[in-house]
């Protein structure tokens, strides 16, 4: 081969591997998923949550595992997954994030986190519980109860309402207070007291009388020593009275052996959505996807609510439910709240508490 031949060969050589080298890095940087596989050639997904508790992540990752994904859960409090959320915008760690609330979605979608995205399951879903833009979707309607230890007080004793807590002294240092603000409970059995005074002139939207409510509420509350469990205060009855989420009830109730009574005020109880969204960046957006059409299933979320105690958001799944949820739900009257009017003052309703009124 003479010198020109041998250097058009080499240029040859050159080029091909350039455009091969181009090709595959097109490939492994496309937008729709970076086709990341965990062992055993499973799709990988990091979902965060902050409703992976009692068994709910472990059942959920090897319910998961079945149909080829390997989820990693990264658990924690509704304040704690928000905070890490926003601060991880420009450089996105989670694929996924379930659990929270509507008032915390309305605020990523705000904030740009999330990927638009309607599941194959939208249409299912009671009406009104959808993000109207497609950012996120419901899975799980929880009621905030007000409950009490049913061998202390029946239906005659117990309070009416979360207002006889500090307005009755016989309930004073019996119900627990909160000692912290960032949870979802805590921020709806808040806006369940507040949004009562909504008063244009009032700060953020609140009236005078509606700020004193709170102020009473958190000074004749009962406050556990750190590490101390509200059930476990319920069942001694150190503090047989306190908040709880609907669906976090019959696994305690098994693990204490005390039923739990539930208070049923007149104006009704919050009621807080669990939803689900695609975080904004993900590399792995295709296998998201698959993944929430998947756990949003009537079939996955009727499981979930069989396991779980859940009233679930999908029709379809209701239909598979308990009966006992199914009475449960039939049985409510849910407080009318404007949660948009929250999602736009909790966080200043919050600072508010936190510097003005905390005893």
């Not at 996105?92 to 599941?119: M, R, S």
């Not at 979360?162 to 059995?189: C, E, I, M």
């Not at 509200?230 to 039923?259: C, D, H, T």
């Amino acid at each position: 081969m003479n010198k020109t031949n041998a250097k058009k060969m080499r240029f040859a050589i050159i080029a091909m591997g350039l455009i091969t080298s181009l090709l595959t890095g097109c490939m492994g940087n496309g937008t729709a998923d970076s086709g990341n596989k965990a062992e055993g050639g499973k799709k990988a997904l990091v979902v965060y949550s902050n409703s992976a508790s009692d068994g709910r992540g472990d059942w959920l990752k090897e319910k998961a595992a079945e149909q080829g994904f390997a989820i990693e859960i990264v658990e924690g409090g509704g304040g704690e997954i928000v905070n890490r959320l926003v601060a991880e915008k420009n450089n996105p760690v989670a694929d996924v994030v379930f659990g929270l609330n509507t008032v915390d979605y309305e605020n990523f979608k705000e904030e740009g986190l999330l990927e638009q995205y309607k599941p194959v399951w939208a249409s299912e879903v009671s009406d009104g519980l959808n993000d109207p833009d497609g950012y996120y979707h419901a899975l799980v309607k929880q009621a905030i109860f007000l409950i009490y230890n049913s061998e202390m007080y029946d239906e005659n004793t117990a309070p009416k309402d979360w207002t006889d807590l500090w307005n009755n002294d016989q309930f004073h240092n019996k119900y627990a207070a909160p000692s912290s603000f960032g949870g979802g409970t805590t921020r709806a059995v808040l806006a369940g007291i507040l949004v009562r005074h909504q008063d244009p002139n009032g700060k953020y939207g609140i009236s005078e009388a509606g700020w004193n409510e709170v102020k009473s509420y958190l000074q004749y509350g009962f406050y556990a020593a750190e590490g101390e469990d509200f059930y476990a205060n319920l069942a001694s009855g150190k503090s047989p009275l306190g908040p709880m989420w609907s669906s976090g009830i019959a696994e305690r109730e098994k693990q204490y052996g005390v039923k739990a009574g539930i208070v049923r005020p007149e104006i009704g109880v919050p009621y807080v959505v669990e939803q689900v969204g695609i975080i904004k960046g993900t590399k792995n957006l295709e296998t998201a996807q698959q993944f929430i059409d998947w756990f949003g299933s009537a079939e996955v979320q009727g499981e979930w609510s069989k396991t779980f105690s859940s009233m679930p958001a999908n029709a379809k799944a209701l239909e598979h439910a308990p009966q006992e949820i199914k009475d449960m739900e039939a049985s409510l009257k849910p407080q009318d709240i404007d949660w948009s009017f929250v999602a736009k003052n909790i966080n200043q309703w919050v600072e508010k508490i936190e510097l003005e009124l905390v005893p």
